[in-house]
């Protein structure tokens, strides 16, 4: 079956636009994962949906940063207002869902990234 | 909260030699999840191996083992017979266990290894 798709694969855009990145998780997952990968800080973990919800945002670097899952399928995250430091790598994965206790241990699967370059 | 360090930011190996890749990682947490996924040059992240804390026995996955400390909290990654397609970046990745899936996978910095022909 598919993997995770995630669109654009690159992304170049000027400084204080918006761009909108789509995931597109393995069908049947039902959580969905956003990570940023970026020089500096290595990979770091943004954000989870489980279904169509996000419990906790906090992951997010600000609030120029949203996300969104509609239909417990495809994810979008938006950067408002892009700035140079939000030159990244974007990934996101998906996972089956499972109850309190097994969760850690599924998998994640990861597609292949959107290269946001900021100029 | 968790750390996760890997202490060879670059490692080579001879074809069909082993190489072992470190990492140590910080929690207070006693149910948790330890992972290598491997990361090419197409960007694609691909679990190579997987350890649950409770188990004792190391994980093995045909020429991929680990070498899980508990109680020194390192996790290390044992690549035998190495092979050019094992080249790639290397990360070590935690999860506890009981975070209800809320909670994300803390990566290390990564090992770049190198296959030497």
């Known amino acids: 079956g598919a993997g995770v798709s995630q669109s654009p694969s690159n992304k170049v855009t000027e400084k204080g636009k918006d761009v909108e990145l789509r995931c597109d998780p393995i069908?049947?997952?039902?959580?969905l994962y956003w990570y940023r990968q970026s020089l500096g800080q290595g990979l770091e973990f943004l954000i989870y949906f489980q279904g169509n919800s996000a419990p906790d945002k906090s992951g997010l670097p600000s609030d120029r940063f949203s996300a969104e899952r509609t239909g417990g399928s495809v994810s979008t995250l938006t950067i408002q207002r892009t700035q140079q430091e939000d030159s990244a790598v974007y990934l996101c994965?998906?996972?089956?869902?499972?109850?309190?206790?097994?969760?850690?241990?599924?998998?994640?699967?990861f597609g292949p990234g959107t290269r946001l370059t900021v100029t | 909260a968790q750390t996760v360090t890997q202490s060879q930011p670059e490692m080579s190996v001879q074809e069909a030699e082993t190489v072992t890749l470190s990492c140590t990682y910080d929690?207070?947490?006693?149910?948790?999840?330890l992972f290598w996924y491997k990361q090419p040059p197409s960007r694609q992240m691909i679990l190579v191996i997987r350890q649950e804390a409770y188990k004792q026995q190391n994980a093995t996955e045909n020429r991929f083992s680990v070498n899980f400390q508990k109680a020194a909290k390192s996790f290390s990654l044992k690549i035998s017979d190495s092979q050019l397609g094992d080249a790639a970046m290397y990360f070590c990745a935690y999860r506890r266990g009981s975070g209800g899936g809320a909670d994300g996978l803390t990566f290390g910095k990564g090992t770049h290894l190198i296959i030497q022909p």
């Open positions: 994965a998906s996972s089956l869902g499972g109850t309190r206790g097994t969760w850690g241990g599924y998998e994640q699967y």
């Open positions: 069908s049947g997952h039902t959580a």
């Open positions: 929690t207070s947490e006693s149910d948790y999840y």
